[in-house]
């Protein structure tokens, strides 16, 4: 499907199980004055899927986005943006991209719809006459089309971030790459984003977003890729990762402490928990832990398995790797492992 | 080739294209291998120069000075960048002056002629009766407009007094031309090596003047044309007309020739001079003009006097007292009472003839 | 190394739904022909950002009003002194230090009033004009961001420095336009068709002044456009636009002195301001094209320099 919307003379671009990628890079490395920015990113991105990228303040997720798009040449690696290598057919993919990244670029002198028109002349799949109707399509997709004559300059920091947000879609996309698109918007704006991302997988289009919010991801992804300081810790559809993580049966019992002592007595982890217990379920299987408690003689009012959050996930997989490395810049030496 | 092999290309070809350009702009015009002519004889080369007209043509002369003249005022015309002549192969002529911000503009026509100095946007209007014209026009023709007469006045001053050779060819404003050398005969009591003028091939018009001195292996003095077109020229090239506003003179035909060469900064000696020896070591003696103190008194607050005495030593003879001024081509001894002496001599010369002509005028 | 392993292999549990997207609601047909913003319409977008902003306009404002200002201001002093001379007027020898003006009595007249004022506002204002626009063109944009839109769009960087050089190319234009028509203008209303005098003495008809400021305006661009290439050069390579500035400003402060200096006469040739001069020419009559000619040709190789290195710098740049 890929290949053949993209031009034929290009492999389909498949991951081992077969599944089209949108976006796929091979030993993916970047190094900038001796400090490696990302090292051996193999990044798979599915086609139709919202990815989240996930990772603190310098884990290398701008560069990584930067190098998807062209705008920064690898040291390393290959790169493949809807089937076709990048940044060589930057040229024939970059049309169907939409990208916001490292926050949006505007000059302040200009109303927020001039801004967008000068960004909307230099897309190749807008025809002359569309222009205009382009641009107010994407004004009033993101919420400011009263605001569109004022100057850039006299917006909001969240105005700011939707204009951005508009300019990555002034064209339907095929692939919409969204950095941090959330930065300084209010609870209601990063409500609307979220419903924006969700059109836009509606619509068939893969979304690729970074955030280092965890809660944001969890909420509009259905694929996570975790970074840190520079390397993929993991990634995978959000189902998987989080179930990746320790299987744990919650059950709510009034006898909580006497239930902890009797599992713990057969060999069984567990652990008080408001209301009740966390039983870790990785070698027991449930009815042999229902069958233990109410054998020592606790009350088991309801047993539900419980998934893990994401944020567990995320602080135990970056933890394998070491501690998770706080505000980082990119450039920092200390990145280097 | 990656980007960034490709950026490197695209700069190092730029770069390269680029600085060769800016060089190539600087090489002299003319560089080429000296042309391949058929061989001439020097008697047949002087009489074919002699005979020459100068045909239509327009050009553009420099002039390259080496004198190590003192910077007097009054000789500031010699300043210039470069001359554009026009000459429509007759009697008409027209000279420009290009100085860095203004010019002194000459027009010649067949009963008139103008000089305009954009400095002063002033305009002096020289006519001259029937039978002053012929006169005149011997006078007005030594012009730089009309190189080939300019020549032959050389050329038959020295002559006799000097061997005269062919030595190769040039390339003078991209044109073929003959080398003629003329070297000073041993007894010449002169400080010049020799002058050289390259004859055009083709219409025997001289192309560049060259004067060596002794011991020196570059020219001390150049003039030359960089340009060099034959081909009609515009009749209104030829008419002048002052603009409005310019203030107008007219002056008589005899004052003209003066004016003209004193604006070309020639020996202002006019017809008050006379002169000592012939040939390479003709010693010219005339008065001191009486503007030129003057005028210096005015523009430096300095008189000439004063200036003579800072550039010049001073000599004693039967004359008199004076001081002697020397450069590369020769030097002048201006005595206290007014006279002028000046050659392309030593100083002894020049004394010599100061005392000769004391005697004859006695 | 990672936890990967396991993980990544479970992706193709999304497949059946990245594979079912509503076909129709894709966008349009990825041609397998490249496919580019017309280069007009980039080139439209440019300069109506150019002058949209208010710094080019300010600079423009002034250089309009300069010619009107000295233009006045000459002619009020002559009023006062008909035939004193005026020693510093706009006819003023550029880069002669003092050196006698080309006119003394015709400073106002829409010849030498626009060809003086363009000589003099050459020597800096102008070339600051086109290096602030060229400053802005790409180290401007860097430093807002904005660079990375195009980029994306995707524009090459090849077109994106032809956009920007055409950009650059219309500000000099329009710079140099202006000086001459506001001198020009200034001059026929102070001195109608007075004093339209070459500096050879022949009278001009209005045509012949047309021409030969048209010329002028065409040769200065020429050479502003070497500035700006170079310009472009340093704007490429920095985030700071008054870098660019603060650059063509020494470049040429630097070029200057050394024309001062006679013992490096060998040198002058390669420096760009000694074309400046050539500019007289056109007042002579008839008009002698060699220096100027010789003037352009230098500016072209300058600008064949700057644009190598601007395009070398920009290609490996990051975006």
């Known amino acids: ?337 | 080739m990656g980007p960034r092999t490709k950026a490197l290309v695209a700069a190092g070809a730029g770069i390269t294209v680029g600085i060769a350009g800016l060089a190539l702009s600087t090489l002299p015009a003319g560089a080429d291998d000296d042309p391949v002519l058929p061989a001439i004889g020097a008697e047949e080369l002087v009489t074919s120069a002699l005979a020459a007209r100068a045909p239509a043509f327009s050009g553009v002369a420099e002039m390259q000075n080496e004198l190590g003249l003192p910077a007097v005022p009054g000789t500031e015309a010699l300043d210039f960048e470069s001359v554009r002549v026009f000459h429509d192969g007759e009697e008409s002529a027209r000279v420009q002056v290009e100085r860095e911000a203004s010019e002194l503009t000459f027009v010649k026509g067949s009963d008139e002629a103008w000089a305009y100095d954009s400095r002063e946007h002033s305009a002096k209007r020289f006519t001259w009766d029937e039978a002053d014209a012929a006169a005149a026009r011997g006078h007005a023709e030594a012009e730089l407009a009309d190189p080939s007469e300019a020549a032959a006045e050389i050329i038959e001053r020295l002559r006799p007094t000097s061997d005269i050779a062919v030595d190769g060819t040039a390339r003078v404003a991209d044109r073929a031309a003959y080398e003629l050398v003329l070297t000073p005969k041993p007894t010449e009591k002169t400080l010049l090596r020799e002058i050289t003028i390259a004859v055009d091939e083709e219409t025997r018009v001289p192309l560049r003047f060259d004067v060596f001195a002794n011991g020196r292996s570059e020219p001390v003095l150049s003039l030359g044309f960089v340009e060099f077109e034959v081909g009609a020229q515009d009749a209104d090239l030829f008419e002048f007309t002052p603009p409005e506003g310019a203030e107008v003179e007219t002056t008589e035909a005899d004052d003209a020739v003066g004016s003209a060469r004193d604006a070309k900064g020639r020996d202002d000696v006019g017809q008050y001079a006379s002169t000592v020896g012939e040939g390479w070591d003709t010693v010219v003696i005339g008065e001191a003009p009486d503007d030129l103190p003057t005028e210096a008194a005015v523009e430096d607050g300095q008189d000439l006097g004063g200036i003579l005495a800072q550039v010049g030593q001073p000599v004693t003879g039967e004359f008199g007292t004076g001081t002697h001024v020397q450069v590369a081509v020769g030097g002048a001894v201006v005595t206290d009472d007014g006279r002028i002496a000046a050659g392309a001599v030593p100083r002894q010369v020049l004394v010599d003839a100061l005392d000769t002509d004391g005697a004859v005028q006695q | ?319």
């Not at chain 1, 081992?16 to 990628?21: C, E, K, P, Q």
């Not at chain 1, 930067?66 to 690696?77: A, D, I, N, Y």
């Not at chain 1, 943006?81 to 993919?93: E, N, T």
């Not at chain 1, 028109?117 to 919420?143: H, I, T």
């Open chain 3, 1 to 319: 190394m990672t936890t990967q392993g396991p993980v990544a292999a479970r992706g193709a549990a999304v497949q059946g739904r990245a594979a079912a997207p509503d076909a129709d609601a894709v966008p349009p047909e990825a041609s397998p022909v490249r496919r580019r913003a017309p280069i007009g319409r980039l080139l439209r977008a440019e300069v109506r950002w150019i002058f949209r902003r208010p710094r080019t306009l300010a600079v423009l404002g002034l250089l309009v009003l300069l010619p009107v200002i000295t233009g006045v201001a000459v002619d009020l002093t002559l009023d006062g002194a008909t035939a004193a001379p005026v020693d510093a007027g706009p006819g003023g020898a550029p880069g002669a230090g003092g050196g006698p003006p080309i006119f003394v009595t015709m400073a106002t007249s829409a010849f030498v009033l626009p060809l003086g004022s363009l000589m003099t506002l050459l020597m800096l204002l102008l070339p600051l004009t086109v290096a602030m626009a060229a400053g802005d063109a790409l180290a401007g944009e860097q430093s807002h961001g904005a660079l990375r839109g195009w980029l994306l769009a995707p524009v090459s960087r090849g077109r994106l420095l032809l956009v920007k050089t055409v950009g650059v190319l219309v500000v000099a234009l329009v710079a140099a336009g202006l000086v001459v028509t506001s001198g020009l203008v200034t001059g026929f209303l102070l001195a109608g068709t007075d004093g339209l005098v070459s500096m050879s003495g022949t009278e001009l008809s209005v045509g012949g002044v047309l021409w030969r400021l048209a010329v002028a305006v065409a040769w200065a661009t020429i050479y502003l456009m070497a500035v700006g290439a170079v310009a472009l050069a340093i704007s490429a390579s920095t985030e700071h636009p008054m870098l660019v500035v603060v650059g063509v400003l020494g470049g040429l402060i630097v070029s200057v002195v050394l024309m001062q200096i006679p013992a490096l006469d060998w040198l002058h040739p390669y420096l760009l301001p000694s074309s400046l001069t050539s500019l007289v020419d056109l007042i002579r009559d008839p008009v002698s094209f060699d220096g100027l000619v010789e003037g352009a040709f230098r500016a072209v190789c300058y600008l064949v320099i700057g644009l190598s290195v601007a395009y070398a710098r920009l290609t490996t740049r990051d975006g």
């Open chain 1, 1 to 337: 499907m890929t290949a053949a919307r993209a031009g034929a003379a290009v492999p389909e671009a498949r991951n081992g199980s077969g599944t089209a990628l949108a976006a796929r890079t091979r030993g993916l490395r970047k190094v900038y004055r001796g400090t490696v920015a990302v090292d051996g990113v193999d990044l798979e991105v599915p086609e139709g899927a919202v990815v989240g990228m996930l990772g603190p303040n310098g884990s290398g997720k701008t560069t990584t986005i930067r190098m998807l798009l062209g705008l920064v040449e690898p040291t390393e690696g290959e790169i493949e943006l809807l089937g076709m290598p990048m940044p060589r057919s930057a040229d024939r993919v970059l049309p169907h991209v939409g990208a916001l990244v490292e926050g949006p670029g505007f000059h302040p002198f200009l109303s927020g719809r001039e801004n967008l028109q000068r960004l909307a002349a230099a897309e190749p799949l807008l025809s002359g006459r569309e222009l205009d109707g382009a641009v107010s399509a994407a004004l009033e997709r993101v919420g400011l089309a009263d605001a569109a004559r004022r100057k850039y300059r006299a917006y909001s920091l969240g105005m700011k971030q939707r204009l951005g947000l508009a300019s990555a879609l002034l064209v339907p996309r095929r692939l919409v790459v969204l950095d941090e698109p959330t930065n300084g918007l209010d609870p209601a704006g990063t409500q609307e984003v979220r419903r924006i991302i969700a059109e836009l997988q509606a619509n068939g289009v893969t979304v690729l977003v970074s955030s280092h919010l965890l809660a944001e991801v969890e909420a509009t992804c259905t694929h996570v890729v975790v970074l840190n300081q520079g390397v993929v810790v993991a990634q995978g559809a959000l189902d998987d990762l989080l179930e990746s993580g320790s299987p744990t049966l919650f059950v709510s019992t009034p006898d909580g402490a006497s239930a902890v002592d009797a599992l713990r007595d057969h060999r069984i982890p567990a652990r008080l928990a408001p209301d009740g217990v966390r039983v870790d379920i990785t070698t027991t299987a449930p009815a042999t832990v229902i069958e233990t408690l109410v054998r020592a003689g606790a009350r088991v009012d309801e047993a539900r398995r419980e998934r893990a959050g994401l944020e567990d996930a995320f602080a135990r997989l970056t933890h394998d790797v070491g501690e998770l490395v706080g505000e980082l810049d990119p450039d920092e030496p200390e990145l280097v492992r």
